[in-house]
């Protein structure tokens, strides 16, 4: 075993992450619930960045209901980073044997 050549690789896998990290918090993610009535972004890091509602759902009966709808859209939005974050930080180290680490 060339220690050498483990300590690049693991630096270059370093680099590596530390770029999809990057890249992954500056990405945004849609959620939508209501059809388009309610629409929330979120960035990779999970903070909200915007929170749209359709002017038809905004009266006093509908709270209940849009308050569900917005928690619906979050989970959403939250999910889609979720899954980008494990798809991209996976298919980085996938191939990287750990065995006898």
Same mark, same amino acid.
């Given at each position: 075993?060339?220690?050498?050549k483990l300590?690049?690789?693991?630096?270059?896998?370093?680099?590596n992450?530390g770029?999809?990290?990057?890249e992954?918090?500056?990405?945004?993610?849609?959620?939508k619930?209501?059809?388009?009535?309610v629409?929330v972004?979120?960035n990779g890091?999970?903070?909200?960045?915007? !929170? %749209?509602?359709a002017?038809?759902l905004m009266?006093v009966?509908?709270?209940?209901m849009l308050?569900d +709808?917005? &928690?619906?859209a979050v989970?959403?939005? !939250? %999910?889609k980073a979720f899954?980008d974050?494990e798809?991209?930080?996976?298919?980085a180290?996938?191939? +990287?044997? &750990?065995s006898?680490?």
């Amino acid at each position: 075993m060339d220690i050498q050549k483990l300590m690049e690789q693991a630096r270059q896998m370093q680099d590596n992450l530390g770029k999809i990290e990057e890249e992954l918090n500056a990405t945004e993610y849609e959620g939508k619930a209501g059809g388009n009535g309610v629409k929330v972004v979120v960035n990779g890091r999970n903070e909200v960045q915007s !929170v %749209e509602i359709a002017d038809d759902l905004m009266s006093v009966d509908n709270k209940e209901m849009l308050q569900d +709808l917005i &928690l619906i859209a979050v989970n959403e939005a !939250v %999910e889609k980073a979720f899954q980008d974050r494990e798809s991209k930080l996976g298919s980085a180290t996938s191939g +990287l044997n &750990l065995s006898g680490m």
